[in-house]
């Protein structure tokens, strides 16, 4: 019977997911990582959540008992997700446990209906909750084979620019589309048979799983599980995503309390007025070198500033998974794009790059604060990267992998800025025979490296080898839902207000 059986770290089993209705059929798989006891008072601080009306029963009846709660992560889910949860939301007769325990990891229950959980009944796709938090698999690369007949797709190519009224597609041999629409870290594809660089690792057709700021540690259990709960940061309450490397005892701490000027920490609010009477920043340290209200842009170099640019590397973990930089700043630029007003500069997000690159990456780390996400600010952080390049005389590209939400980002912005170039060459050379335009051209325009070129060009389907030569095929839709995404995009980078000169650091010792 299951009640023989206690739930320990390693287990497998359904759980109700937060967020989720109470009526909802979403009890994905999830894995238990850590149990732990605790005060019942101190239960809502690990929940993040009010109390069900069996928690608040619990808590009433057994005031001087502990309560058990389980740290679990989600199968197939980002971490971001994984949660603190009572035993109510969980489905302890379908539980599986480890291996080491029963020997096969086989359910509790034997009989046929109910020792597997079925994927149907874990990931129902009729519900619509479910959808936006599901990975997908990754594409399939036998499903990538291009027809053998078709010339190599090459950075030198030229294409005719094609305005199709009709939402019917030309009669051509079309370029197989993108399998990313749900884009997932180390999931972007490029076409295997595309050269495009002869000295990268893209013949494997995945992204280039190194960097300067590429974390390689292996994962541990103490590393999967959040430490920091809450910080306040401003005036912002943020809970964090992921495991970032506090000191410890900050992690005893329901809220750790961080100055959004300097980013120190502090374990209390009382400590963070004491500090803010003694700061004397009211800015990020460095130069400003852009700004048109209500933003601004500092370059902050990570030798001459190692205590803050450290602070806001330990700031970025709690929300960047695959990435970090912590000690080693000194070979490091950081550029803060922030607010300001009357009571001073408030963090907004940055990224960061290398003061030498020998790969053209012109970002290494890439983060918007939650509180600032989905208001347009990750496109302006990556405009303001490219207007650098600009200025270098470089094409660039950020280092691999990012965030699931860096790269979904990075793409909507490569979409729009070369849609943005070639329907503006569409209205000058209305003429289907003189509107042409290379991927050499589309770099040299933009700053984006030709291989983010031509997979943001199959990304959109609009590549198509069409009468012995590749054309681009714009249709009445693509236009007008580019248009409708430019009205939007309400926030600019103004090139005249950049003032900065590039530095030739292989002369510089740092």
């Not at 997000?349 to 780390?365: I, L, M, P, T």
């Not at 031509?454 to 681009?472: A, E």
Request: aromatic share 10%; proline share 6%.
């Amino acid at each position: 019977m299951v009640e023989n059986f206690e739930i320990v770290e390693g287990c497998r089993l359904p759980v109700h997911m937060r967020g989720a209705p109470n009526n909802s059929s979403e009890w994905p798989l999830a894995e238990v990582l850590k149990t732990l006891m605790v005060e019942p008072q101190h239960l809502h601080l690990y929940l993040k959540k009010p109390l069900n009306p069996s928690d608040t029963e619990m808590v009433l009846s057994n005031q001087n008992q502990t309560v058990k709660i389980y740290y679990v992560h989600y199968i197939d889910y980002n971490k971001r997700l994984d949660e603190w949860v009572t035993l109510d939301r969980m489905k302890v007769e379908k539980i599986q446990m480890p291996s080491s325990l029963t020997g096969h990891g086989q359910t509790i229950n034997q009989s046929s209906n109910s020792s597997n959980v079925s994927k149907n009944e874990l990931h129902d796709d009729s519900n619509p909750c479910s959808n936006k938090r599901k990975k997908k698999n990754p594409p399939n690369l036998n499903s990538l084979n291009r027809v053998q007949s078709q010339p190599v797709l090459s950075h030198n190519s030229s294409f005719s620019i094609l305005l199709n009224s009709d939402s019917k597609p030309i009669d051509s041999e079309p370029i197989e589309k993108e399998e990313n629409s749900n884009i997932s870290q180390s999931n972007e594809i490029t076409k295997p048979d595309i050269n495009i660089n002869e000295n990268s690792n893209q013949s494997t057709g995945l992204p280039r799983p190194t960097g300067s700021m590429v974390q390689v540690v292996h994962e541990d259990v103490l590393t999967r599980i959040k430490n920091i709960q809450t910080i306040y940061l401003g005036k912002h309450l943020i809970e964090p995503w992921y495991f970032a490397p506090y000191p410890q005892e900050l992690s005893q701490c329901p809220i750790v309390y961080i100055c959004e000027y300097c980013l120190k920490f502090m374990k209390s609010m009382k400590c963070l007025e004491r500090h803010r009477q003694k700061c004397k920043l009211y800015h990020p340290p460095g130069n400003e070198i852009y700004r048109k209200h209500p933003l601004s842009f500092f370059e902050v170099d990570g030798r001459k500033n190692k205590n803050y640019t450290q602070n806001l590397c330990l700031l970025a973990k709690l929300f960047l998974d695959h990435k970090f930089l912590h000690y080693d700043t000194d070979a490091f630029l950081f550029y803060i794009l922030t607010e300001y007003d009357s009571n001073g500069f408030h963090i907004v997000g940055y990224f960061s790059k290398e003061k030498e690159s020998s790969e053209d990456y012109n970002v290494a780390c890439i983060l918007t604060l939650p509180p600032y996400q989905r208001l347009g600010y990750g496109k302006v952080l990556i405009e303001f990267s490219y207007e650098l390049s600009k200025i270098e005389g470089k094409t660039g590209t950020p280092e691999k992998p990012l965030s699931d939400l860096g790269l979904l980002c990075y793409r909507r912005y490569w979409s729009i800025t070369i849609l943005d170039v070639l329907v503006s060459l569409k209205q000058k050379e209305p003429d289907q025979d003189k509107a042409q335009i290379s991927i050499q051209e589309l770099s040299e325009i933009t700053s984006i490296k030709k291989e983010d070129i031509v997979s943001t060009l199959q990304h959109l389907n609009i590549i198509t080898y069409y009468k012995g030569q590749y054309v681009i095929v714009l249709d009445s839709n693509l236009i007008e839902n580019h248009n409708q995404a430019m009205k939007k995009r309400k926030i600019r980078i103004d090139p005249k207000l950049l003032h900065w000169t590039p530095k030739d650091w292989s002369k510089h010792k740092f």
